[in-house]
């Protein structure tokens, strides 16, 4: 497979998949000493090292955001020859409308392993492209502005084997008509465009495609006007697996919306959220859950359902759920019996109720144990409150695969009883618990059992809670932690020692959010940080300022993993982050915060450092 990459504004977008991970483990295994390699900077050593990795696996080649000049041709082809795949890499500096119409010298280039196409204006800002038997077979555009609508529906046109088609907030309108001539276009991706109605696009896919299986039209502006055309397109494309048709109004019509959506008896994943859906739809959900009946993800976040029993009445007709969103949709305390139906007949695994009114909890988690199966759940900011923690451990109880679990913003004040009701999640590797009334001096026994009963915890938020010494001590015991979120609780310079002791025994840890906490001698903070190895630090307002310049470069610099860092926001002056910029190696004098995330995060000396925020 030829891969196609545009250029925009000196930027070559690129995607590389786990590119760290998969090259620290190649080099390890083949033991490679790239300081052999006659490579002037390390920009062109990480490149020729990324290519060499992923032409020697064979693998599909992507990158992302990486600054590509004419230079490091030579360590793509010198990359190319060591892999012993033959080949070159060919430049082309064309208008895309004429090379992806002349696909006769698309042909004639198929013997290079990669293809770089590059646009000399900025109107283009992505493009993505694959050949396969010298024909395309995907072509991804996103966001532009077509000046012309008839000069692409022609360019669709002389794409007969084209499998996938995305475009993507291309400001297409109404008069948008392309005539699609593959028989093979099972993939269309649409969205956030704007089709007036979309009566007009539903008529143009319905008389031109008829082997879809995933269709995206959300933000497409559509309407009630559609639905007769939608209705022909789905009779029409009966084997689609995805539909999205997120953020449209389907306010008046939406029993008609979803009565059509009934007959695709293959669909598998649909995402209605933000699509104005109300309270009266009901009599819709169920008509769909008839005829939809291998629904197994279903997302209607941020529609308002007012409270209404039917409507989860309704959904209880599916039998195959797996996934349910409702995020935002008013659900309360009375939909409790028909939340109970939906889930005994369905072994739901991931349920998100974030950002509804569940009164005090206790109903919706009686009316949830009767399921054994979830896997992920959120009661983000759902009003919950202590008296439902017997509740909330006997539900933990019953659904022992839990293992992401979100109970954040709630209106706890007894930390001791939620963490004693947690501690019966003991397969949990996400927990988030912001804001949930943890105290010090009341919680640490019921926390150091919850720590002794979850030593699988990966991802762990306890911001904005009141964490001591004692506490982050207890932390400590964990061995798999990746992630810890820890803002705004009250860490201060005492807590330095426990929280490097936590490091040192989880030594997969890669992201460490420190902000809004008071370190008022921020130096034994910075000490730690440099002997550790951390990919993402967020230090916003710790009471750093510019007697501490000389150690945070010192700390940007010995993080050798370091990839995003989050500093600017503290007490730094205009001469602070100046000083910043000569420990780090830079001649430029700035005049403010903005101009130097500006010099600090280009990539002009092609040495690699992290993003500084």
């Known amino acids: 497979?030829?891969?196609?990459?545009?250029?925009?504004?000196?930027?070559?977008?690129?995607?590389?998949?786990?590119?760290?991970?998969?090259?620290?483990?190649?080099?390890?295994?083949?033991?490679?000493?790239?300081?052999?390699?006659?490579?002037?900077?390390?920009?062109?050593?990480?490149?020729?090292?990324?290519?060499?990795?992923?032409?020697?696996?064979?693998?599909?080649?992507?990158?992302?955001?990486?600054?590509?000049?004419?230079?490091?041709?030579?360590?793509?082809?010198?990359?190319?020859?060591?892999?012993?795949?033959?080949?070159?890499?060919?430049?082309?500096?064309?208008?895309?409308?004429?090379?992806?119409?002349?696909v006769g010298k698309l042909k004639q280039l198929t013997q290079a392993n990669m293809i770089i196409l590059r646009k000399p204006t900025a109107e283009l800002e992505f493009i993505e492209l694959a050949m396969e038997d010298n024909e395309v077979i995907r072509f991804k555009l996103c966001n532009r502005r077509i000046a012309q609508d008839d000069k692409l529906s022609e360019l669709l046109c002389d794409l007969p084997a084209v499998r996938e088609i995305t475009l993507e907030r291309c400001?297409?309108?109404?008069?948008?008509?392309?005539?699609?001539?593959?028989?093979h276009l099972s993939h269309l991706y649409l969205s956030g465009n704007t089709f007036d109605g979309g009566e007009n696009m539903m008529r143009v896919l319905a008389s031109s495609v008829s082997s879809l299986v995933s269709l995206d039209l959300s933000h497409c502006d559509l309407n009630q006007k559609c639905l007769p055309a939608m209705k022909t397109l789905f009779r029409h494309n009966p084997a689609i697996t995805y539909l999205n048709l997120a953020d449209n109004n389907f306010s008046q019509q939406e029993n008609t919306l979803l009565r059509t959506i009934g007959s695709l008896g293959h669909l598998e994943?649909?995402?209605?959220?933000?699509?104005?859906?109300?309270?009266?739809?009901?009599?819709?959900?169920?008509?769909?859950?008839?005829?939809?009946?291998?629904?197994?993800?279903?997302?209607?976040?941020?529609?308002?359902?007012?409270?209404n029993p039917e409507v989860l009445m309704g959904l209880s007709g599916c039998k195959s759920l797996e996934e349910l969103y409702m995020y935002s949709c008013e659900i309360q305390t009375r939909n409790c019996s028909s939340l109970k139906?939906?889930?005994?007949?369905?072994?739901?695994?991931?349920?998100?109720?974030?950002?509804?009114?569940?009164?005090?909890?206790?109903?919706?988690?009686?009316?949830?144990?009767?399921?054994?199966?979830?896997?992920?759940?959120?009661?983000?900011?759902?009003?919950?409150?202590?008296?439902?923690?017997?509740?909330?451990?006997?539900?933990?109880?019953?659904?022992?695969?839990?293992?992401?679990?979100?109970?954040?913003?709630?209106?706890?004040?007894?930390?001791?009883?939620?963490?004693?009701?947690?501690?019966?999640?003991k397969k949990l590797e996400k927990l988030y618990a912001r804001d949930v009334g943890l105290y010090p001096e009341e919680s640490q026994e019921e926390f150091n059992l919850f720590v002794k009963c979850t030593p699988k915890l990966r991802i762990l938020?306890?911001?904005?809670?009141?964490?001591?010494?004692?506490?982050?001590?207890?932390?400590?015991?964990?061995?798999?932690?990746?992630?810890?979120?820890?803002?705004?609780?009250?860490?201060?310079?005492?807590?330095?020692?426990?929280?490097?002791?936590?490091?040192?025994?989880?030594?997969?840890?890669?992201?460490?959010?420190?902000e809004r906490n008071d370190f008022v001698r921020s130096r034994e903070l910075l000490l730690m940080l440099e002997e550790v190895c951390l990919v993402g630090i967020d230090l916003r307002l710790s009471s750093i300022g510019d007697a501490k310049v000389a150690q945070v470069a010192r700390m940007i610099r010995q993080c050798k993993k370091l990839d995003h860092i989050w500093i600017t926001e503290n007490n730094f002056t205009v001469d602070g982050f100046n000083g910043i910029l000569r420990a780090l190696g830079f001649d430029r004098v700035v005049r403010n915060k903005y101009e130097f995330l500006e010099v600090v995060n280009q990539v002009t000396d092609r040495r690699r450092r992290p993003f500084i925020h």
């Open 171 to 183: 400001v297409l309108s109404e008069n948008f008509k392309p005539s699609f001539k593959s028989k």
């Open 461 to 514: 938020e306890l911001a904005e809670n009141q964490l001591s010494q004692g506490l982050i001590k207890l932390m400590t015991m964990w061995r798999n932690l990746e992630k810890v979120y820890l803002y705004e609780c009250g860490i201060n310079d005492q807590c330095v020692e426990h929280l490097k002791s936590m490091l040192v025994n989880n030594r997969n840890i890669e992201v460490l959010d420190l």
């Open 1 to 102: 497979m030829v891969q196609f990459v545009a250029d925009c504004d000196g930027k070559t977008v690129f995607h590389l998949d786990c590119a760290s991970r998969i090259l620290n483990e190649f080099l390890e295994r083949r033991k490679q000493d790239l300081s052999k390699n006659e490579r002037k900077s390390l920009g062109e050593r990480t490149l020729y090292r990324c290519l060499i990795t992923f032409l020697a696996t064979k693998s599909t080649l992507k990158m992302h955001d990486c600054v590509f000049t004419p230079h490091d041709f030579i360590a793509v082809n010198l990359a190319i020859k060591d892999a012993g795949i033959g080949g070159q890499v060919a430049t082309i500096d064309t208008n895309l409308f004429s090379v992806v119409q002349n």
């Open 269 to 307: 994943s649909l995402h209605l959220y933000h699509c104005m859906l109300t309270r009266n739809c009901g009599s819709g959900f169920s008509g769909m859950a008839i005829g939809a009946s291998k629904l197994r993800i279903l997302n209607v976040n941020f529609n308002n359902f007012a409270g």
């Open 341 to 425: 139906q939906v889930v005994m007949r369905n072994d739901l695994t991931v349920l998100d109720l974030s950002y509804n009114d569940l009164g005090d909890g206790t109903q919706i988690l009686e009316a949830l144990t009767v399921c054994s199966s979830l896997e992920k759940v959120s009661f983000f900011n759902c009003a919950l409150v202590d008296t439902c923690l017997h509740s909330l451990a006997d539900f933990l109880k019953s659904n022992k695969k839990i293992s992401d679990l979100n109970v954040s913003r709630n209106h706890f004040w007894d930390g001791k009883g939620l963490f004693g009701a947690l501690k019966n999640a």
